[in-house]
């Protein structure tokens, strides 16, 4: 996420240019769950200043491909065969369909010869663009996995930083209550999500509300 990206988000999470009545009002209306956050507002900012913005206009629903990739990706790492659960295999290709679109029309549209700059709204920051250039060139398109370090790492370590950074120098964050990933309420706190397991990063396996008022 960029900082001028990041400041937007802050900006319409917290009601600036809103009065403190409207604010408040606001604040008071409802707590948020915290992965919803993540899972729209922070993961279109990510992919839009990493990949452009084009793969989520020509893709109704990516979020929800996304997202759904990424409950059953572990079933296809491990192996298992499509007819023992084909569901990992579709969500997998409807994954792929979609960043093929997006592939395919960045490549018809984009300008190779103009002046270079860091981000273009075709195929987002510049590395990107070099990447798949030089794939292009060389006549390989990746089919499998490749190197087991994801090469988007420190990417995604400044886009944490920076968000946790900005939500913890802004706001108040009051903790509401443990909650089942579809919002119902739990009393137990989270858990390693054992569907995880093995894989690099386990998350939780529920979610949870917060109330978060912006200190200046």
Known sequence: MTP??????????????????QRRSRMASGA????????TVVT??????????NVLTLNAGFFDAFWALDVVFMNIILGLPVWIDPRPFQAHNRYLSMIGKHLDHALEQFDWDAPERQW?????????????K????????????GSPIC???NFAKAEIFTMVTLVVDRFDIQFGKWTR????????P????????ASGVVPPNRDMTIRWKRKY
């Open 134 to 145: 030089w794939l292009r060139d060389a006549g390989l398109w990746p089919k499998e996995g």
């Open 4 to 21: 001028a990206r990041a400041q937007r988000f802050v900006d319409d999470q917290s009601g600036a240019g809103l009065s403190q009545r």
């Open 120 to 132: 273009k709204s075709c195929f987002g920051a510049r590395i990107c663009r070099d990447m798949v």
């Open 181 to 188: 990933p579809n919002g119902a309420p739990l009393d137990s």
């Open 190 to 197: 989270a858990e390693n999500d054992s569907r995880y397991s």
């Open 151 to 153: 090469p988007g790492r």
């Open 44 to 53: 279109q900012s990510a992919i839009s200043a990493l990949f452009g913005p």
């Open 32 to 39: 948020h769950r915290a992965s919803s956050i993540c899972r």
